[in-house]
């Protein structure tokens, strides 16, 4: 086996923080308290759009045990704020924009008097006309949510290739469709909790939370205060889950409660309850997708054109990001000579959307993967028979014109490996035979019209297959560096920290295996330090799945230039040669010529001794990528990833009860680090797919959430997703550590579109929308529709 | 501060004395607490909080000759493991069975469910068709009196309860004839943790091929839980032919009084009420071929 050539890396081993987080040890952001410490309560509105005329605080700021009521008037800096754009006010104060604006903060030691006076603030609006209905966001007429950019547009990315009427003319079948995707909440289980601290320096201060993305969470705190970046220290409590989403809704309470902790010089937190949690925090961005494809008789994909417009909701936070990565990823892991892709974001004054694993993926491989199924059918083939003719094999040029050269490009590997494992073609043909569909894909569907929910002829079963290719990292939304820090101490063990951060993903153990590998010793003599701003260089957001393949390598570099120092000395030591090689393994250095070996401890107390330097910064920048924004071509990812997913699912065809239950997912990430935190990853992903597929569904009315905690937003529980059957194909990637790339947002991504194509094997009928909720399956529309 | 005040009577007189020097205020009756716990933010600040879980006379289960006694603190699991009602009101056991998680059952009471009379309580249709009696407290009068069931609802969840007035015990009537088909099936989103979209409790007695009696409640499509009598009456007497069947189901649909809310639409809840009755007429013949 090739996982001989590790003694760390590659292994099963249970995170650093598991034995914390089980036996509920583990300090959340809530769990921590300081001296003095006052409570902020946030006041919103009760109207979706308007303009502010007054805020009357005068008969709350009289309330005993309030300490002071905070507003715009108090924001020493910017007050208008964005991760990319700045369009999101931290205080409202002219205008409201959707539900979730915050207009002043109530801060104070006792929480029942935070809270009466939090009913004292007057607020008084003039309400505007709400847009809620993103499909009509561009409408000559349309109410404008920002009308200082004079359209409620907030990007577009064009992407032209080839010849589309061309592509159109030489395709003998021409499919349309339009898919729709919901707005999902993240649904960590922690929710948002944040602390301002003031320091005895002037300006100073300590912010802890559950803050995903400690850099920019400072960036913004800074501009907000208006002092420089070093002034602000953001230490980064463990995570409850994030999947994405605690950026900006973090940045946002992050700002609001310093501003209000430089007020009154104590210590001010905010703890936002479920509710408000739901209500306050960004969404996955819901899409509206038009697919036209043409395609030979042959089964040759000879035009793709895509029109996509996502709701961004009031503001535009990572909007440019997430729609970029849908335009590069359109098409799907398919060779099409003929693209025209328009994807377009545009405000409302719904809940605004941002980033959340898979980042713009999970949208267009739905459409994606089930147009692809439906071509195949259209064709008489199998829907393996069609991805295998279109497929990107090695050298195979992307849409955007990227050429898949310098890693190896797995598709076919991954199809293979898991229509094998799970049977696929046989049980595909066997249960398609029965209910096979129909002529018209749009017509009812008889056997739904079965009642019986006992009996076994009412259980149909489908199976259902969906793929992807996926860019690592950032690609070219941004700058793609990160550092790490390392300091060995003199007995060996070892102090570690990244400029990326634990998000509750494991990242910390997998650092600490690669680290360990480097070095030769175990993770277990690996301290992984709490993440401070002020302890190591910004290293971008934790996000893209990008932590294991850029931080990672990071990490291994810092502990080369230690390894190479070592050995340096060594070499003097035992009077070698300059080009004698070590083996750094089991805790020993092994001259490889002479067979003479030291222990790692010995040899860290001899540097140390002799004043060699064992702490060293790691750095890894991201080789170069390209985009062209007028006809969105260029090598847009330096590497790219692959995976697939099967779905088994058993219909009630009765109550349109979708069985999720078995899903055999195998994914490319190169080589594994840490085996048991990547099966969780998997384990995880799937689950969360399987709830966007079957039944999550944030719903909106008129701007505003309806369902807003988890008794009504529903997430799968344990027994709601089946068997998850996890395999990696392990195609070693040139940049990454050990070659490892991504895992995080690919095991997510496939899933909801693997499952509709089960639904489909398995009744005969086609469906385009999310979630594939009872309601939609037995009557053709889901709840999100019907309440719109 | 306006903080709540909580008292916990150990005993129904207790109960009424705390009730008596209570005056004016917002009075909750708190058993398990899993439905109020999950809307404590909108509960009023000046509530005054009276928990009678540890009110003794409220618990257990007791076999009467003709009727089975539950007192209304009566955890949901308790109900599910205990053999009586195992042995002689099996339609129960299916409904518990669908109920929440292990930890909540544990917790959840079955007063509760009956006194927070949404349409969607799960134990709710199954004691409606039992006709069930339900006991009632009142601290005022310090009297004692009885209900059928359907009589207890106003509307979704509202009760026809008044000043204090608490269910202290569910009388359910045992039949005497042997054969008693029973029903229950309740369609939610998840297969645990999942309040109804829509369900269907039945009883009935089928002999030489015919119904002789039939009795139905259907659970998240009315303002109210009731019976279903005209669907009942027809059925009544009746062999189940499917054309029987298919008439059986539009009457049921025009019965019913469903409407779109956050957990269902009114199109999804009137087609599967038709399919469950017609699911539980098909199950009651094939039970007959056995
Ligand atoms: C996660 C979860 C899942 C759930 N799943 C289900 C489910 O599947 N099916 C279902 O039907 N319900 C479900 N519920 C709701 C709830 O658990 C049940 O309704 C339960 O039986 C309520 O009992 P309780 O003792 O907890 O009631 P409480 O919350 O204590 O009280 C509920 C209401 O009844 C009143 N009340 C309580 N006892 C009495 C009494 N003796 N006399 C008069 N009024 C009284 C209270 O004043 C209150 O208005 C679920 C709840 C949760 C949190």
Known sequence: MKNNIFSVVGKNLPRTDAYEKVTGRAQYAADISFPGMCFAAQKKTTVPHGIIKNIDISQAERVTGVEVIITHKDVPGNNISGV???????????????????????????????????????????????????????????????????????????????????????????????????AIEHAYIEPECITAVPDFRKDVYKIYGSVQNPFTCRRIVAQVMKVPLANIHIIQNELGGSFGGKDDTMDMLAARACVACKKVGKPVRIHLSREESIIESYKRHPYTMNYKVGVSNKGILKAMKIDILADGGAYASMSPFVTWRSVVQATG???????????????????????????????????????????????HMSPIEIRRINGYKQDSETASGQILSNHVVSLNQVIDKATKESDFEKKYETYKAKYSVEGNSHSINLILNDNQFSAGSNIKEGIGLACSFRGCSLGAEGVDATGSLISIQKDGSVYLISGLAENGQGLRMTFSMIAAETLGISPDDIYYLEQDTSRVADGGPTVASRSTLVGGEAVKNAAEIVKKRIEKMLIDEWELSERATFKFADHYIVHEGSGKKIAVSEACDKAYLNGVNLSAYGWFKAPEVDWDEEIGQGPAYFTYVYGCQIAEVEVNAASGKILVKRVTAVHDAGQIINRLGALGQIYGGVSMGAGYGIMEEVIVKNAEIQNINFDEYLIPTSVDVGEIRAFFVENPDRFGPFGAKSLGEPTLEITAAAINNAVANALGKRFYHLPLDLEQIKTGKTLYQIKK | MNSMQYYSPNTLDEYQKIYSNITGKNILVFAGGTDLMVGRHELPQDAVIIDISGIAELKGIEKKEDKIVVGSCTALNELLYSHQIQNNIPILIKAIKTMASEQIRNRATIGGNIGNASPAGDTITPLVVLEARIEIFSPESNEIRTIPIEALFRGPCASTLQNGEIITKIIIPLRKDKGIFCYFRK????????????????????????????????????????????????????????????????????????????????????????????????????????
């Open chain 2, 187 to 290: 369609i939610g989103q998840r297969n645990a943790m999942t309040i109804t979209k829509a369900s269907l409790s039945a009883i009935a007695k089928y002999s030489s091929s015919k119904i002789e009696w039939i009795k139905l409640a259907s659970g998240s499509v009315s303002p109210v839980v009731k019976r279903m009598s005209i669907t009942e009456e027809f059925l009544k007497g009746k062999e189940l032919t499917t054309a029987v069947i298919n008439e059986a189901k539009e009457i049921i649909a025009r019965e019913i009084s469903p409407i779109t809310d956050i957990r269902s639409t009114k199109a999804f809840r009137v087609l599967i009420t038709k399919n469950l009755l017609g699911d539980c007429l098909y199950y009651l013949i094939r039970q007959q071929n056995i």
């Open chain 1, 333 to 379: 892991p398919y060779e099409v000579k003929n693209v025209h892709t328009d994807v377009r974001a545009v405000y409302t004054n719904n809940p605004y959307t941002g980033a959340m694993r898979g980042f713009g993926s999970p949208q267009i491989i739905f459409a994606q993967e089930s147009l692809m199924d439906e071509l195949a059918d259209e064709l």
């Open chain 1, 84 to 182: 990319i754009k700045y369009d999101q006010p931290v205080f409202s104060f002219d205008k409201i924009y959707c539900p979730a604006d915050v207009v002043s903060l109530v801060v104070g030691e006792d929480k029942e008097a935070v809270q009466k006076a939090l009913t004292l603030i007057k607020i008084e609006v003039e309400e505007l006309p709400v847009l809620s209905d993103y499909t009509h966001a561009l409408d000559k007429d349309a109410l404008l949510i920002h009308p200082e950019n004079k359209s409620n547009l907030i990007n577009h990315y064009p992407l032209r290739k080839g010849n589309i009427e061309k592509g159109f003319q030489e395709s003998d079948v021409i499919i349309e469709r339009t898919y729709t995707t919901p």
